[in-house]
């Protein structure tokens, strides 16, 4: 069983940063699955942020494309996403994921749902 605690978030005005962290607890290696950060805005559904592989190879949703930052640290079992330029578009609730992969980043972040492990979710709100 794959367990992922995640944490950071918050508030922060139009402009502004955020790091989330996501960490993998127990015996879990994170080095053999692709990790990817979710959001799910009131009343929308689930939808991709970025994702990376296991051999570093990173895919970004348009909407977040040249702004957020996803990255890996296997030797801790932490996957981190580093939002920087926020928008209020981008309040939502965030969540990381982990799966044992067959196909690229960019699928995943198109099925949302087929990923078989998930945070607990942290909340990020972004005022104008």
């Known amino acids: 069983q794959v367990q992922l605690v995640q944490s950071g978030g918050g508030s922060v005005q139009s402009g502004g940063s955020l790091r989330l962290s996501c960490a993998a607890s127990g015996y879990t290696d994170i080095s053999i699955y692709l990790m990817g950060w979710f959001r799910q805005a009131p009343g929308k559904g689930r939808e991709g942020g970025a994702a990376i592989d296991t051999g570093g190879v990173t895919n970004y949703a348009d909407s977040v494309k040249g702004r957020f930052t996803i990255s890996r640290d296997n030797a801790k079992n932490t996957l981190y996403l580093q939002m920087n330029s926020l928008k209020p578009e981008d309040t939502a609730m965030y969540y990381c994921?982990?799966?044992?992969?067959?196909?690229?980043?960019?699928?995943?972040?198109?099925?949302?749902?087929?990923?078989?492990?998930w945070g607990q979710g942290t909340q990020v709100a972004v005022s104008s």
């Open positions: 994921a982990a799966h044992h992969a067959f196909n690229s980043g960019g699928y995943y972040l198109r099925h949302p749902y087929e990923l078989s492990y």
